[in-house]
Nanobody, 125 residues
Framework: QVHLVESGGGLVQPEGSLRLSCAAS????????IGWFRQAPGKAREGISCISSRGNIIYYVDSVKGRFTISRDNAKNTAYLQMNSLKPEDAAIYYCATSLKRLCPSLLPTEVDYWGQGTQVTVSS
């Protein structure tokens, strides 16, 4: 059974950093597309970054480009999202996701087959 478990969220001051983890079980993350999404209160869930199943495509939405870095550790079956220079507008619940479909770089929520439970990121002074 596929499971994704996010961790690493929390409260951080503006310009601070967090690293989110997405621990996978029930499938081999190295062969799967992984996406990171976020959802702020009152807003739709948006895809912000992804890495393709072969790792040859890495995509970032413009609002996080240059500040966030997606990666995966195949030995640990875990994906990461390093978030630097955080802004108040980055505050949201962050979800990792995977799919049997392409997913990256389209990052369409409708293409997601499995979601994690989410981790809250709050950016405030």
């Amino acid at each position: 059974q596929v499971h994704l478990v996010e961790s690493g969220g929390g409260l951080v001051q503006p310009e601070g950093s967090l690293r989110l983890s997405c621990a996978a079980s029930g499938f081999t993350l190295a062969y799967s597309a992984i996406g990171w999404f976020r959802q702020a209160p009152g807003k739709a869930r948006e895809g912000i970054s992804c890495i393709s199943s072969r790792g040859n495509i890495i995509y970032y939405v413009d609002s996080v480009k240059g500040r966030f870095t997606i990666s995966r550790d195949n030995a640990k079956n875990t994906a990461y999202l390093q978030m630097n220079s955080l802004k108040p507008e980055d505050a949201a619940i962050y979800y990792c996701a995977t799919s049997l479909k392409r997913l990256c770089p389209s990052l369409l929520p409708t293409e997601v087959d499995y979601w994690g439970q989410g981790t809250q990121v709050t950016v405030s002074s």
